[in-house]
């Protein structure tokens, strides 16, 4: 067992109020030890254990790696003139999404994983380490399949989404048939999740419960799309069926925030989406103190909100969501691995990342898998090894050399980029 002492961290977010101050539980001039991938201490520099390898934070901060629980990255095709649109005052009503439809149904599966990587890559350097993938842009069984098996190489957190909008040459109870049945089978040994777009315009509350309770008898557990563009029943929906998340959450009822208050449902929200339609705001500040668990998520997707920088999300929460910086870093961290249901995630570190993204969530940093090991470099002229990403994050686009070879930013060459294309 080899164990990695990690010093000098200016200020430390260990997202447990028993080992620091607030919720957060924020300590300064911390030190952490990693043994064999899981976080085994946490305290002060000063206290800090002997270890076989030792790294100097210099001051920066640590704080958990960003749980993205809600992303669209399976897509091809553009929809910027969509963003024209709105800015001048068109408003969002969701019909893009047959666009993308058409573009990714078109697409190799060569270029929807090169378009993965992508967004993954660049979520990844903003501090994102643990991430949900949606299908919902191939709306057939064959397209479909093909959107989780690609979103299942990148993530274990896959969702089928076989019912974001009714196709155009489909009839609405018919294709909710075929996403029950035939959809579903194909869908579920790629999907961990079913999600459903419960909203006017796309599935209403009833064609939303069938889809719901077939995903939970294939073993799927369940999220919703809820009350985005209008009051509506998917949050009641995802209480009453006991849904990981209800998201989007940006029209809601006293009914609809007390439901969630005493529910085990989390309020994802995607403040990337009113930015990108120009639309109103969740009421965070209405969930938080009412006790609702709330997430913060990017929502990454081609039309309606093409982000996939949680930093983003965070600084618009409190903006634009009257939540203070707190909340919203512990929604984007310990919220996003509620809404998974995960208690291990967002603890996966990348060797070449800054320390700031050094990462847990859930509550306990001392029992957290930190979910690294050791790896040989790349190099052939080269014998160190380094710390790696256990699983997630694949070989294919992680970095291959050790910190000495290939550092970020790096150090050896103004050049050089450690994140292979
Ligand atoms: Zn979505």
Same mark, same amino acid.
């Given at each position: $067992?080899?164990? +990695?002492?990690?010093?000098?961290?200016?200020?430390?977010?260990?997202?447990?109020?028993?080992?620091?101050?607030?919720?957060?539980?924020?300590?300064?001039?911390?030190?952490?030890?990693?043994?064999?991938?899981?976080?085994?201490?946490?305290?002060?520099?000063?206290?800090?254990?002997?270890?076989?390898?030792?790294?100097?934070?210099?001051?920066?901060?640590?704080?958990?790696?960003?749980?993205?629980?809600?992303?669209?990255?399976?897509?091809?095709?553009?929809?910027?003139?969509? =963003?024209?649109?709105? $800015?001048?005052?068109?408003?969002?009503?969701?019909?893009?999404?047959?666009?993308?439809?058409?573009?990714?149904?078109?697409?190799?599966?060569?270029?929807?994983?090169?378009?993965?990587? #992508?967004?993954?890559?660049?979520?990844?350097?903003?501090?994102?380490?643990?991430?949900?993938?949606?299908?919902?842009?191939?709306?057939?069984?064959?397209?479909?399949?093909?959107?989780? @098996?690609?979103?299942?190489?990148?993530?274990?957190?896959?969702?089928?989404?076989?019912?974001?909008?009714?196709?155009?040459?489909?009839?609405?109870?018919?294709?909710?048939?075929?996403?029950?049945?035939?959809?579903?089978?194909?869908?579920?040994?790629?999907?961990?999740?079913?999600?459903? =777009?419960?909203?006017?315009?796309? =599935?209403?509350?009833?064609?939303?419960?069938?889809?719901?309770?077939?995903?939970?008898?294939?073993? +799927?557990? +369940?999220?919703?799309?809820?009350?985005?563009?209008?009051?509506?029943?998917?949050?009641?929906?995802?209480?009453?069926?006991?849904?990981?998340?209800?998201?989007?959450?940006?029209?809601?009822?006293?009914?609809?925030?007390?439901?969630?208050?005493?529910?085990?449902?989390?309020?994802?929200?995607?403040?990337?989406?009113?930015?990108?339609?120009?639309?109103?705001?969740?009421?965070?500040?209405?969930?938080?103190?009412?006790?609702?668990?709330?997430? +913060?998520? !990017?929502?990454?997707?081609?039309?309606?909100?093409?982000?996939?920088? $949680?930093? =983003?999300?965070?600084?618009?929460?409190?903006?634009? $969501?009257?939540?203070?910086?707190?909340?919203?870093?512990?929604?984007? !961290?310990?919220?996003?691995?509620?809404?998974?249901?995960?208690?291990?995630?967002? @603890?996966?570190?990348?060797?070449?990342?800054?320390?700031?993204?050094?990462?847990?969530?859930?509550?306990?940093? @001392?029992?957290?898998?930190?979910?690294?090991?050791?790896?040989?470099?790349? #190099?052939?002229?080269?014998?160190?090894?380094?710390?790696?990403?256990?699983?997630?994050?694949?070989?294919?686009?992680?970095?291959?050399?050790?910190?000495?070879?290939?550092?970020?930013?790096?150090?050896?060459?103004?050049?050089?980029?450690?994140?292979?294309?």
């Amino acid at each position: $067992m080899v164990s +990695l002492l990690v010093t000098n961290l200016g200020e430390l977010v260990t997202n447990d109020p028993t080992l620091g101050d607030g919720p957060l539980g924020l300590r300064r001039d911390a030190a952490i030890v990693i043994e064999d991938g899981r976080v085994a201490w946490i305290g002060d520099a000063a206290a800090a254990p002997a270890a076989d390898e030792r790294r100097d934070a210099e001051g920066r901060a640590g704080l958990p790696g960003f749980v993205d629980s809600h992303a669209h990255l399976v897509f091809a095709g553009d929809r910027a003139a969509e =963003f024209a649109a709105r $800015m001048a005052g068109e408003p969002y009503t969701g019909g893009g999404i047959r666009t993308t439809v058409a573009a990714t149904r078109a697409a190799s599966d060569d270029a929807l994983r090169a378009n993965v990587v #992508r967004l993954r890559r660049e979520a990844l350097r903003q501090g994102t380490t643990t991430i949900e993938i949606k299908s919902g842009y191939g709306l057939s069984v064959a397209d479909e399949a093909r959107s989780l @098996r690609i979103a299942a190489e990148f993530t274990d957190e896959t969702t089928f989404l076989g019912a974001h909008v009714v196709p155009a040459d489909r009839e609405p109870d018919d294709y909710v048939k075929d996403v029950c049945g035939e959809m579903l089978a194909a869908c579920s040994p790629y999907a961990k999740w079913v999600d459903v =777009f419960c909203e006017r315009g796309a =599935f209403d509350g009833e064609q939303s419960r069938a889809v719901l309770i077939a995903g939970r008898k294939a073993g +799927l557990g +369940l999220r919703v799309h809820a009350n985005q563009l209008g009051p509506g029943p998917g949050v009641q929906l995802a209480v009453e069926l006991g849904a990981a998340s209800a998201d989007h959450c940006t029209h809601l009822t006293d009914q609809d925030v007390a439901a969630l208050s005493g529910s085990g449902t989390v309020a994802a929200l995607l403040p990337g989406a009113e930015f990108s339609t120009r639309s109103p705001y969740p009421d965070a500040r209405r969930l938080l103190d009412a006790g609702v668990t709330v997430a +913060l998520a !990017t929502d990454c997707n081609p039309g309606s909100s093409y982000t996939s920088s $949680m930093p =983003f999300c965070i600084a618009l929460a409190v903006r634009e $969501m009257r939540i203070t910086p707190a909340e919203a870093v512990h929604a984007a !961290t310990a919220g996003g691995a509620r809404a998974l249901r995960r208690d291990d995630v967002g @603890r996966r570190r990348s060797p070449t990342a800054p320390w700031s993204q050094w990462a847990k969530a859930g509550r306990s940093a @001392r029992t957290a898998p930190a979910s690294v090991r050791r790896r040989r470099c790349s #190099r052939p002229d080269c014998d160190r090894s380094s710390w790696r990403p256990r699983r997630g994050w694949r070989s294919s686009t992680a970095p291959t050399a050790c910190s000495a070879c290939c550092c970020w930013p790096c150090t050896t060459s103004p050049t050089c980029s450690p994140w292979p294309t």
